[in-house]
Structure formats: structure tokens, C-alpha cells
């Protein structure tokens, strides 16, 4: 029998929802045939009794077993999108949440009250924030990051989307000259006690990316008291849920002026203001 597009993908949101919930499935599906075949949803409309070629088939089933193990569709892919961005994604790289355009957005919007010119984005990974501030603004973007592999990717995603940043291998804010600008991070933040309970897809990315000893405040902090030290008019860090109480307090007693959490849409601490 001869396999349609249309029956491709009822089969492989079936293949999806054994590890998947069955809404998960099938919105992975449509996005395996959109970003990885290239068939959006009015070629399907067109085209989905068209016969499937081996070649199709056989691409679709290598994603599949790599997905069966735990393997991100991102890294599987090679990109994925960050404020309507392509951004590459490896396994030297966390891939982006959405969570973190609310960094970006908070970014943008301290930056400009503020009047600042410049900014380093620390611990840069595959470059997202430094990059969308770059495009989205007049300022003079740095990023710094320890990870050689990382840093390779954030200079690929500069070069292909336009961005003019100054990236530079080092810990946290030890490769920025002064003056500092604006200090804006996604750092790990995971509580190595909590490694048992996360999604299995968290096996595949950086775990010098994801933990953090004190629960997962250590670099945080660690910046923070940097950040401070060195005269930055505010820091700016995405958060874990349940971690901004602490870090406000830890921040107050560093001598920043003023501290404040920012939440998600679930209602969860995303994000900390700290200025001076």
C-alpha cells in the first residue's frame, strides 16, 4: 500500500504519542513536516494524498528513533526559533525557552529608561539575547562564554542573522573591559537536587548550562556581586521558580539600590531586576 503525506503524519503523531502527551504529538508533528520537510500546512492541504518517497520515509524514521530516545527536536533539527529568529542549536547549547523573551523584553525596556549605550550578555550560549538586543537596538553588544563549543555556535548565529557582538571566551564578567553597560544573563540555575525529577530531554543539553551549586543560585549571585562591584547601572538575570525572594535579598545586601521579580505566564519567578 502506498503511504500518503496525510497518512505520514497521522502515523508519526502515533509514533510521537507513545512518549508524548497526544496534544504534544500531534503539534510536533505538524512542526516535523513544516520545519524538517519543508511541507507547511497549505502544501498538505494541496498535496496530502501525494505518495511518500522512500528518501521522505526513511529521514522521517531516523528522526523518530532518535526522538524515542529522549533527543530534542531542536538539536534533531539543527535550529530553532527565538523571536521569529533562526537560531542553530547543538548540543554544546541550551536550547531557547520563550521564557527567556521576557529577559529580552525586560532588557529593552531597562536599558532604554536607563539611557545605557552598552550591554554583555554573560554566558551567552548559542547567543540568543545578545544577538536580539544587537539587532533590536543601537547599543554595543558583548557576550561572554566558557564553553569553546558554544561560543563557536553564538559567533555562526551573529554572522548569518547580521549582528555586530563582541564575543569573548571567559567566566562571567571577567573578559569585559569597563565601562559595563548593562548586564544581562541567563545563567544555570537548576538545583542539582532536583536532576531526578526533570524531563528526560534535559539529559541532552549542557549540564555546565543548566546546574548550579546553592540550590542553583551560586552563579547568580556570583554575577550579581560582580556586576555590583564594578559599578553596572543594573543586572539583569533570568530566574528559577521559586528563586527570586532569595536573590532579591542577597542583592539588597550587595548594596544595589533596588531588586525586583518579574514573572511568567504561569505565574512563576522569571526574572531579576537588580539597579543601582
Known sequence: MVQTY??????LASSLAVF?????????SIRWFEDGLGRSRSWMAAHGSDPVPDAVRRQVGAW???RRTGEPWAYI???TLFR??????TPDTLIPRPETELLVEAALDVGRRLGVDRCVDVGTGSGIIAISLALETDWTVAATEISPGALA??????????????FLPGSLLAPVAEPLGLVVANLPYVDPADRPTLQRELAFEPESALFAPDRGLQLSTDLLTQARTRKAPACLLEIGA?????LCRRALGMGWRKSMVHQDMAGHDRVLITLD
Open 84 to 89: 521569529d529568529r533562526r537560531f542553530r542549536v
Open 6 to 11: 496525510l497518512q505520514l503524519r497521522l502515523d
Open 20 to 28: 508524548l502527551d497526544p496534544e504534544e504529538a500531534h503539534a510536533e
Open 77 to 79: 533539527l539543527g535550529w
Open 64 to 66: 523518530v528513533r532518535r
Open 153 to 166: 555556535v553564538a559567533r555562526t548565529n551573529a554572522s548569518d542573522l547580521g549582528a555586530e557582538v563582541a
Open 242 to 246: 521559586g528563586q527570586g525572594g532569595e
